[in-house]
Structure formats: structure tokens, C-alpha cells
């Protein structure tokens, strides 16, 4: 028996009639539909991470703040007092929610080896210093102190700098300090935010 959407409504508001006049009180039942599942919940603002509209959004969580609880997200949307998106989300924006509760994300580095096929755990003090490491040699291998006319330029030539767009105008301006104070030439960011 194929049922329509249209009759599955109709059937379902009859029968919800059809007890509340034999003498079954649904009004609990209408009181626990009406509540929110974000009613509980602490609202963290945020900006969407996907490009470079930087969109507001109001992250749900529910849990105390207590230290040994793990606060879980419930619900992701757009902030209506932000002045860039007024509540409104793109479909990658809406779905954020995903993106924080995939399990397949990756939460600590992961390093390929030469020659490997597989990639492998390593901890962030092992990654941090294998960058440092490859950002030095790098440095000390392609820094230019003179031109071919003799005048002192101390440039690196081999390292550069895309920022993202969502980088706060904090942000950029210690990688234009950090990237200057090494000498690279080949900067640039997108800062919106």
C-alpha cells in the first residue's frame, strides 16, 4: 500500500484528535515538540573557515563547562548580527556541523617519510620542529645577502607566504613580521576579517 505525504498528514492530525477526545492529555507531548535542541546549549560566535566572505556563525554546544567535560556540538548557523552574511549560509557554511564531527578529521600532524606509502602520526612539538628544520636549510641555502651590482638586498629567494582568507588582520601582521624579518620576498595574504 503506497501512502502520499498529503494522507500521512491528514492521518496523523486526525488521529492526534481522535485521542486528545477520548481523554489523553497531549499537551506534554506538544510542550517537549515545541522545545528547542538548542535551548541548552552555550553559543560560541565564529567565522565560517571556507573563503573569503567570512561569514558569521553561532556554534552550539551542549555540556557544562566543567573541566573533565567534553562538550559536544549540536547545531551550526549563521549569526543574524553579523554584518557580512545577517544569519544567512552558503550550503558549505551550513554545513560546518560535518565538518566538526566527521571522523575521518585529522587532529594531530601527520607526516608522509620519503619512500613511505603510508602516512604516520607524529606529535606537534615533532612536527613544529621538523618545519622550523626545513624553513632554516631552506633559508640558509637560498638567502641572497648581495645582487650582482653589490648592494645588500638580504632577500630569501626560496621560501614564500600565501596567507589565507581568513586570516585576521592579527595574524597577517606577525607573518609580515615574522616572513619580513627572514627575508622573504614572496608574500602575500587576503585579509578580510
Known amino acids: ?18 485521542l486528545s477526545v477520548f481523554g489523553f492529555d497531549v499537551t506534554p507531548v506538544l510542550a517537549q515538540a515545541r522545545t ?3 535551548s541548552r546549549t552555550t553559543e560560541t560566535r565564529s567565522t565560517c573557515p571556507y573563503c573569503s566572505v567570512s561569514c558569521g556563525v553561532i556554534i552550539h554546544t551542549l555540556g557544562d563547562k566543567a573541566k573533565n567535560a567534553v562538550p559536544q556540538v549540536v547545531h551550526v ?3 543574524p548580527d553579523h554584518p557580512i552574511n545577517r544569519g544567512t549560509l552558503c550550503p558549505k557554511g551550513a554545513s560546518l556541523e560535518q565538518d566538526i564531527l566527521n571522523e575521518r578529521r585529522l587532529l594531530k ?3 608522509r617519510r620519503p619512500g613511505s606509502d603510508h602516512w604516520e602520526d607524529i606529535s606537534w612539538d615533532a612536527a613544529i620542529g621538523e618545519i622550523a628544520r626545513k624553513v632554516k636549510d631552506s633559508r640558509d641555502q637560498t638567502f641572497v645577502e648581495r645582487d650582482d651590482k653589490g648592494n645588500t638586498v638580504n632577500r630569501c629567494e626560496g621560501l614564500g607566504w600565501t596567507g589565507g582568507c581568513t586570516d585576521t588582520n592579527e595574524l597577517n601582521f606577525l607573518a609580515v613580521k615574522t616572513m619580513r ?9 587576503q585579509a578580510r576579517v
Do not use: H, N, W
Not at 500500500?1 to 481522535?18: C, D, N, P, V
Not at 624579518?181 to 595574504?189: A, D, R
Open 77 to 79: 548557523e549563521g549569526d
Open 109 to 111: 600532524p601527520q607526516v
Open 1 to 18: 500500500m503506497e501512502i502520499s505525504r498529503r494522507a500521512f498528514i491528514q492521518g496523523t492530525l486526525i488521529g492526534g484528535a481522535g
Open 36 to 38: 528547542l535542541k538548542i
Open 181 to 189: 624579518s627572514m627575508g622573504v620576498c614572496y608574500f602575500e595574504t
